[in-house]
Structure formats: C-alpha cells, structure tokens
Nanobody
Framework: QVQLGESGGGLVQAGSSLRLTCANS????????LGWFRQAPGKEREFVAGLRMSGNRYYADSVKGRFTISGDSDRSAFYLQMNSLKYEDTAVYYC????????????????WGQGTQVTVSS
C-alpha cells in the first residue's frame, strides 16, 4: 500500500525558491506515474509536473523552466524544486500516484498525499 506525504511548503517572497518533498512508504512499480498537482482557493486541482519511473518528466506550461521534478532511485522520495516563484503559484501542492501510468488528469490518480501549502507574497 503506497502512502504519500508532502512537506516543504511555506511562505516566501516572489522570486524565491522552495523544494517540496513527497515521501513514499510503499512500493511504487515501474508502471506507476508520479504527479504533482496544486489547488488554489476557488480553483480546480491542476497538473503541475509528472515523472515516469523511467525518468521522463512532464510539466505544465505555466511552470516549465522554473520547476523541476525528480525522485530518489529507490523511489522513497520525490521532489519538486520550484524556482522564481510567482504570486500565482500560491496553492496547496499535492503529490499523487497513477497506477495505470501517465496522465495529467487528477481523476486518474489513485493515491494522494495530504498536501502542503505554498504561499508566495508579491
């Protein structure tokens, strides 16, 4: 049973950096896909970045060039490095696993962490 937990959120100024961590306590298989999502107040949850266990990475256009997704080789933790943060990056950030593989839709993700708040002041 995969269990995920996010950490690393906080309050930062625009232009700053944060690194989010998604700790995993279960078995993640090669076919699984790890995604980072975010949800701002009054908005739908949106895809931010994703990682195939083979190493392929995917990003939303809004974060491309600023955010980097990565993971430990033993799949015990995954990371979202966020640079040049903007006010509009303010949201609760979640990591999640899609057992059936690549997707950008939150509906396809089976296991979710509890989320971590990122607040960027302008």
């Amino acid at each position: 049973q995969v269990q995920l937990g996010e950490s690393g959120g906080g309050l930062v100024q625009a232009g700053s950096s944060l690194r989010l961590t998604c700790a995993n306590s279960g078995r993640i298989y090669s076919s699984h896909f790890l995604g980072w999502f975010r949800q701002a107040p009054g908005k739908e949850r949106e895809f931010v970045a994703g990682l195939r266990m083979s190493g392929n990475r995917y990003y939303a256009d809004s974060v491309k060039g600023r955010f980097t997704i990565s993971g430990d080789s033993d799949r015990s933790a995954f990371y979202l490095q966020m640079n040049s943060l903007k006010y509009e990056d303010t949201a609760v950030y979640y990591c999640a696993i899609a057992r059936r593989g690549y997707s950008r839709s939150s509906k396809d993700f089976d296991v979710w962490g509890q989320g971590t708040q990122v607040t960027v002041s302008s």
